[in-house]
């Protein structure tokens, strides 16, 4: 998954290939295992990839496009949601 983080290619097609299984099938294991859609379960891996990223000191809209958000606001809104801060305020509770 770290090879496809940045591109559009890491979805849940992507992820069932890897896998050796339908897309159902991904789906009903995730959900047993994690209790998590395989959309949930890549957002959660790109969210927490961009975590590591921000400790290191890069900055907010070049590890948004690093780990394959579109755009920096949507990275935003999804990582609050994750992490319940924003990532300006996780980068300065860091510091």
């Keep these: 998954m770290d090879r496809k983080l940045d591109s559009p290619e890491l979805s849940v097609d992507y992820l069932a290939r890897i896998c050796n299984m339908s897309r159902s099938t991904l789906n009903r294991k995730l959900r047993v295992l994690l209790d998590i859609s395989p959309n949930d379960f890549i957002r959660q891996y790109r969210l927490q990839k961009a975590s590591v990223l921000l400790k290191l000191?890069?900055?907010i809209s070049a590890v948004a496009y690093?780990?394959?958000f579109s755009s920096p606001s949507y990275?935003?809104?999804?990582?609050?949601?994750q992490?319940?801060?924003?990532p300006s305020d996780y980068v300065s509770?860091?510091?």
């Design 93 to 95: 509770a860091r510091s």
């Design 57 to 59: 000191g890069e900055e």
């Design 66 to 68: 690093r780990v394959g």
């Design 83 to 86: 992490f319940g801060i924003t």
């Design 75 to 81: 990275f935003t809104q999804c990582f609050r949601e």
